[in-house]
């Protein structure tokens, strides 16, 4: 049995699918990712091909934070078929000959992945990895650049309905017109084609609910971790062992403009609050402020390990960095910047293991109020009980379901 797992996006996009390609690949299955290419480190770390699509994710993200110029199609819809189309070039030759194609991140890219799985006969998953990305009464839809939700509309049912038209306006003709080349037929809804009317959610109950009742037959199967066993390198286990346990501050894959301005309010405000400082370099490129031995910096660690022994991360709020520092029992403070990180940050507040940073550009100030709430005791122990609910077994959950869709069991 071969599986073809697609995604376009950053790390926190591609580091489930690791995870649930290593379930699959221990039920006996061949597995092969299409994702950017920035990321055939991190899968050539599990032993799982990268099929590369599209332009490096993290120059696209840098570019457009700095103005840079590209060399992407001006508009969104033209971008959108130009991302179709070469996604669809890429998958399409991979999917022939497989049993089955998951797909997740940006809409035209799962809408290729689709469409691939069509030509080539085979069933098509979609999965998400937080709620407020399918459709529910129960909270409203994610706002597009240039389509801000209309604030005298309360209704989520309503809003849910307006982001079927957004979208089929932004993606609807180049999804279509890739379509009938392919000699496939059109679709009404480009959303809810994507999705399908089955969804999975790598997402974890305790985390991250999928709210009841429900019009969306979603399938909740825990988050899909890739268990990480690389040891701390022996610079950062010096520094660990060298006095109490540090606050984390690190953005992942978010490119920051004023790095350079959060690096030294997050010195400045951990500080104040009697703690050492450990900065996650990242895509932002956090770096020390200055020469004093209680702040490090580190690059790409095992997170699940360094997270419980710090005394509180600061994040950006990417699912994966907040179900971690969930499942380590550390509280968190969420600095959301776009997408689904404002859900985490809601979420973390909500739950009582940490606090949602006020806005997206932390200073001295508005972190060090946020980290009054994350380092209080009771803070601390509600983080401890929460993460003895978090569920390790999502991707192995998925994977029996995922090849049970696509066929008769692996011997």
């Not at 073809?4 to 597995?31: H, I, K, Q």
């Not at 000959?97 to 997740?104: E, I, P, R």
Request: charged fraction near 20%.
């Amino acid at each position: 049995m071969r599986v073809v797992l697609l995604t376009y996006g950053s790390r926190g996009d591609v580091e489930p699918m690791a995870g649930l390609a290593v379930a699959l690949r221990e039920l006996g299955v061949e597995v092969s990712v299409c994702a950017p290419p920035d990321f055939e480190e991190l899968l050539a770390g599990v032993g799982v091909p990268l099929v590369a699509i599209g332009q490096s994710v993290r120059v696209l993200a840098t570019d457009a934070l700095t103005g840079k110029p590209t060399k992407l199609p001006p508009t969104m819809r033209e971008r959108a078929a130009a991302l179709f189309a070469s996604v669809y070039d890429t998958v399409a030759p991979v999917a022939e000959g497989s049993d089955l194609v998951v797909a997740t991140g940006l809409l035209p890219a799962a809408a290729a992945a689709r469409a691939a799985a069509e030509k080539s006969g085979v069933p098509y998953a979609f999965v998400s990895y937080f709620p407020s990305y399918l459709p529910s009464p129960h909270h409203p839809p994610l706002a597009f650049p240039g389509h801000p939700l209309p604030a005298d509309v309360t209704d989520n049912r309503t809003l849910w309905d307006q982001n079927t038209d957004v979208l089929n306006e932004l993606f609807g003709a180049a999804v279509n017109t890739h379509r009938a080349e392919l000699g496939l037929p059109p679709v009404a809804n480009v959303r809810d084609h994507v999705l399908t009317d089955r969804p999975l959610l790598a997402s974890d109950p305790a985390l991250s609910p999928w709210p009841e009742p429900a019009e969306l037959d979603v399938v909740q199967t825990g988050a899909w971790i890739r268990t990480d066993d690389r040891p701390l390198p022996e610079d950062l286990e010096k520094f660990l062992a060298a006095g109490a346990p540090p606050v984390y501050v690190g953005f992942g894959s978010m490119p920051l403009r004023d790095a350079a301005d959060v690096s030294r309010a997050a010195v400045e405000a951990v500080r104040a609050h009697g703690h050492r400082v450990l900065l996650g370099r990242g895509w932002a490129d956090l770096a020390l402020t200055d020469g004093q031995d209680d702040c490090f910096v580190v690059g790409e660690v095992n997170q699940q390990e360094l997270f419980r022994r710090v005394a509180a991360v600061v994040h950006h709020g990417g699912a994966g960095t907040t179900t971690t520092a969930a499942r380590a029992g550390t509280p968190q403070v969420v600095v959301a910047q776009m997408a689904d990180q404002p859900y985490w940050a809601q979420r973390v507040a909500e739950l009582g293991i940490g606090a949602a940073h006020d806005g997206p550009t932390p200073t001295y100030d508005s972190l060090s109020a946020a980290l009054t709430v994350a380092l209080a005791p009771e803070t601390h122990e509600r983080a401890r009980s929460l993460a003895a609910e978090i569920r390790t077994d999502g991707a192995t959950i998925a994977a029996k379901l995922l090849v049970d869709v696509a066929g008769p069991a692996v011997p």
